[in-house]
């Protein structure tokens, strides 16, 4: 039986969006489209009772939608040539589309059925009409955005459609931004700011009053972020975090919403949503729900994601996942979520009466495969900490054999590895490599103090991977000291290219949407926020300059011998395709091995959610990398 291949993408589904009411569970799925593999084949499938999902419609783009409690379902389709929306309405019941209603000069997408049978719809709003093609005047911060591209004088907002009028009415006023919402009992909660020039760091509360058509602000920005709000028993609840004791991504407390202000009820040292990275996760969900008066949610507990429900006054343990969580509902009182395990990409489930059940069965084509099971390694970490890391096996390993063996490093730096199908690391394991991977300081799912890395890049860290690294060959005897590589994304790429620039034990690199110089990163589109915070200091502070260039990896480049490949996406505002070249350009005229490769039109998620051939010769090149230099 053969392991998992880098074509085995194109086979691939990927579940989330996952919505339900009384009867039907609506969820998307994508896959590579056949015939043409730069694009994904999106479906909507629907499901009812516990019968296996069924094939509802499907398109060649991502389609939002929104399931009402009746059997209809809207979703949007946008033709961007022609500026055009198009809902459509189709009914459940017998699967034929009975309505589709056109909303010229705009790009939306349905969310959201509200109580008087409108329709809830999110899209951009530029603040200057009629832009040139040819150029583009650059006068606000934040200027573009990785996904997005250009975002200059453009605003994320909110709009209702009456599709018995055929009316589209916007909620919001010109210069504000939406980040976020969440309707629940026919009220409209949303965070955003409207400003000009530059864009604040942290958003506002408001509610959007339906009787007047009146925007409220219930807490002003500057303060906090916002990461879920909720209404229990009519007394309003949200999590947020000030961000005063650990930075920017700092884990949010449980506030109620009283007399104009907010009012801790809980403190919590957990994150919300999953954190435990994967590279099969195209659709996405959702992290948070209300259901009978209950707020649901779930966090990233060090390598796994357990379900929680907050009354209003305690927090409650709902069911532990041994792997990661993408979306949940519930369906009356059945509580149905899609998710990954370390062995299989999501797939439908159902939790009740403490029992799970799996409703769906993608990707079967996994049955004829040998997918390598997670090897679990206890160890201690470079400051004695007791921690744990996994190692993934050769497929067709035989003992006694000595492998080259690769080690990843995860994004973030709050992010973590755990039990989740990694479609890359099997295919390494299939190439004939141990794969290892541990989550070092600054990972997420161990509380705060662990995960805070600012000011600290390089630093503990590095250390650990260190650590890491000799407990698996101290371990695992097969592993070929002499034919290390490393490779990791992101964060994952700083850590690559520190590596490089601080040992040379290993002998091939690969470094992707990596940060070179934490000066350039101040580009990023989130850059004036992201760098500041994680240096932990400013540019224009008097040691700020020194400060950034201790802790960037290009400072160390005549320190590096070790062939690099680095690979990068042209339209990454994250981690601006710049910061590649520096290091690409630095180790070549120092004449080490070394090789860009430049993903044209994809972004800083290329490797989880870009276009399918483009992934597929991401996984070529990082194979064929490690195959010249540790397979000699």
Request: charged share 20%.
């Amino acid at each position: 039986m053969t392991g998992v291949t880098t074509h085995d993408l194109l086979n691939l589904s990927n579940t989330g969006a996952l919505q339900a009411n009384e009867q039907y569970a609506v969820m998307l799925t994508a896959q590579p489209e056949a015939s043409d593999h730069r694009l994904y084949q999106w479906n909507l499938q629907y499901q009812t009772g516990h019968q296996s999902p069924r094939t509802l419609i499907t398109v060649n783009q991502r389609p939002g939608f929104a399931l009402g409690k009746n059997d209809l379902l809207y979703y949007s389709t946008v033709d961007k040539q022609k500026n055009l929306t198009t809902v459509h309405e189709v009914n459940l019941k017998n699967c034929y589309e009975t309505n589709a209603w056109r909303i010229t000069d705009h790009q939306l997408v349905v969310n959201q059925q509200l109580a008087n049978g409108e329709l809830l719809l999110t899209g951009k709003h530029k603040l200057v009409k009629g832009l040139q093609e040819g150029w583009h005047d650059v006068s606000e911060v934040p200027y573009w955005s990785n996904d997005e591209g250009m975002v200059n004088e453009t605003r994320h907002h909110l709009w209702t459609f009456n599709y018995h009028e055929s009316e589209l009415f916007d909620l919001v006023p010109e210069t504000f931004d939406v980040s976020d919402f969440w309707y629940q009992d026919d009220r409209l909660f949303l965070t955003g700011v409207a400003y000009r020039d530059q864009r604040p760091f942290q958003d506002g509360l408001y509610e959007y009053r339906f009787s007047d058509h009146q925007l409220t602000k219930l807490v002003a920005p500057h303060q906090y972020r916002f990461d879920a709000v909720a209404l229990l028993n009519n007394q309003l609840f949200t999590l947020a975090s000030d961000g005063n004791n650990y930075g920017m991504r700092q884990n949010p407390n449980f506030y109620r919403y009283h007399d104009k202000q907010l009012d801790l009820i809980k403190a919590s040292d957990v994150n919300i949503g999953n954190i435990v990275v994967n590279d099969v996760n195209v659709v996405g969900g959702n992290a948070t729900t209300v259901h009978n008066d209950q707020f649901y949610f779930y966090s990233t507990i060090q390598d796994h994601n357990e379900l929680y429900r907050f009354d209003g006054t305690d927090v409650t343990k709902v069911f532990t996942w041994k792997g990661a969580l993408n979306s949940f509902t519930f369906r009356q009182n059945e509580l149905l979520f899609t998710a990954v395990t370390s062995q299989q990409p999501q797939q439908l489930y159902c939790f009740n009466d403490k029992t799970f059940t799996q409703l769906s069965h993608f990707n079967r084509f996994l049955e004829d495969r040998e997918v390598v099971p997670l090897h679990e390694l206890a160890y201690q970490d470079s400051t004695g900490r007791p921690a744990k890391g996994w190692l993934l096996y050769p497929v067709g390993y035989q003992s006694g054999q000595k492998y080259p063996a690769v080690l990843e490093v995860h994004g973030g730096p709050r992010a973590a590895y755990g039990l989740s199908f990694f479609h890359e690391m099997q295919v390494l394991a299939n190439a004939g490599y141990f794969v290892f991977f541990t989550n070092i300081h600054g990972s997420e799912g161990q509380g705060d103090e662990y995960a805070d890395l600012r000011g600290k890049y390089g630093q503990v860290d590095y250390n650990d991977l260190m650590s890491f690294t000799d407990a698996v060959l101290q371990n695992t005897p097969d592993v070929d000291e002499e034919r290390l590589g490393i490779t990791g994304g992101s964060y994952g790429g700083f850590m690559t290219n520190w590596v490089v620039g601080h040992t040379n034990h290993f002998k091939a690199a690969v470094s992707e949407r990596s940060i070179a110089n934490w000066s350039s990163m101040m580009i990023s589109d989130i850059g004036p926020e992201f760098v500041t915070d994680q240096m932990d200091d400013t540019l224009t502070a008097d040691q700020g300059m020194d400060h950034y260039w201790f802790h960037s990896p290009l400072r160390y480049v005549q320190n590096v011998k070790t062939p690099t490949l680095f690979l990068h996406s042209d339209h990454d505002y994250r981690c601006p395709i710049p910061e590649g070249y520096q290091m690409f350009q630095a180790l070549k005229l120092q004449n080490v091995p070394t090789r860009m490769v430049v993903f044209h039109g994809s972004n800083h998620d290329l490797s989880r959610t870009g276009r399918p051939d483009q992934r597929m010769h991401r996984l070529k090149e990082v194979v064929s990398w490690f195959n010249q230099y540790l397979k000699k």
